[in-house]
């Protein structure tokens, strides 16, 4: 925390403290400036390390830097107690070992996996972050579960950019195109999200904000910060089927699934 970090002599100060902080801290850290606490007019501005506007800060002002563990959620800036999260980091470490007690978990090379069918996937609000090739493949796979059933989730894309088709189907209505970068909030309200930005930090603080308002995320450079991979899936008029390598080697997923396409295609053939 910083009080009082800067005044008419005080000049420098803070902006050498920030440039050291985000020599060491992940830019997309959490910021709150605090202005006139506790008077008619105060103030409280939520932003990230890189986003501070230094000028916007006075003699008025505290300025708080969340840790590595904080997170902006509905405009606030939340920091985990630390008893808490020891208590959390012990019981992943004591699941951890329940698991590798597992006959089945121990002797494969994918990670134990649970496969679920999302039935209410129509009602959803699905927000994905990234307009490029990555996150078109994302929407893609959205709208085509969607046409099976002829109802459409509401699909927001928050991206500066976006890919040809992507804009085509913003414009045809079948999704929603919020044409800037992600912030803290673009979640509220959301029960699935995909991070597929080109920035690992702007993911990373995506998948912090969907586990702090509850929603699934797939996290497409760093699978294991999100809850759920895609698989590659084939759909016929009789099966959904999904393939899976637990998000370590999707090329050979597509190849399991081509594979499958092609025996039951010989096997209607005969």
């Keep these: 925390a910083c009080y009082n970090p800067r005044s008419r002599e005080r000049t420098w100060q803070l902006a050498r403290a920030v440039e050291i902080l985000r020599r060491f801290r992940a830019t997309s850290t959490p910021v709150a400036?605090?202005?006139?606490?506790?008077?008619?007019?105060?103030?409280?501005?939520?932003?990230?390390?890189?986003?501070?506007?230094?000028?916007?800060?006075d003699m008025f002002s505290l300025v708080l830097v969340g840790n590595s563990q904080s997170f902006i959620v509905a405009g606030h800036l939340v920091t985990p107690r630390g008893y808490a999260t020891a208590r959390l980091h012990e019981a992943a470490q004591d699941d951890s070992a329940e698991q590798g007690k597992a006959p089945d978990a121990a002797s494969s090379g994918v990670r134990a996996l649970y496969p679920i069918t999302l039935t209410q996937f129509t009602d959803a609000t699905v927000v994905v972050c990234g307009g490029g090739k990555v996150g078109e493949r994302k929407v893609r796979?959205?709208?085509?579960?969607?046409?099976?059933?002829?109802?459409?989730?509401?699909?927001?894309?928050?991206?500066?950019?976006?890919?040809?088709?992507?804009?085509?189907?913003?414009?045809?209505?079948?999704?929603?195109?919020e044409a800037r970068p992600y912030a803290a909030g673009d979640l509220f309200g959301a029960r699935l999200v995909f991070a597929a930005t080109s920035e690992r930090e702007v993911n990373a603080a995506i998948a912090q904000e969907a586990a702090a308002v509850g929603a699934l995320c797939n996290v497409a450079d760093a699978p294991e910060e999100g809850d759920f991979h895609v698989p590659a899936v084939l759909r016929t008029e009789e099966a959904l089927i999904a393939v899976s390598t637990g998000g370590t080697d999707p090329r050979r997923a597509v190849s399991c699934r081509n594979r499958i396409r092609s025996l039951l295609s010989q096997a209607e053939s005969h």
Excluded at 38 to 43: A, I, K, L, N, Y
Excluded at 154 to 159: D, E, P, Y
């Design 33 to 57: 400036v605090a202005r006139n606490i506790t008077r008619p007019d105060e103030q409280v501005t939520v932003t990230t390390l890189r986003a501070l506007d230094i000028e916007a800060v």
């Design 141 to 177: 796979g959205l709208l085509d579960a969607a046409a099976e059933g002829g109802v459409s989730p509401r699909i927001r894309l928050i991206s500066p950019t976006a890919t040809e088709t992507l804009q085509q189907w913003a414009a045809e209505g079948r999704i929603e195109w």
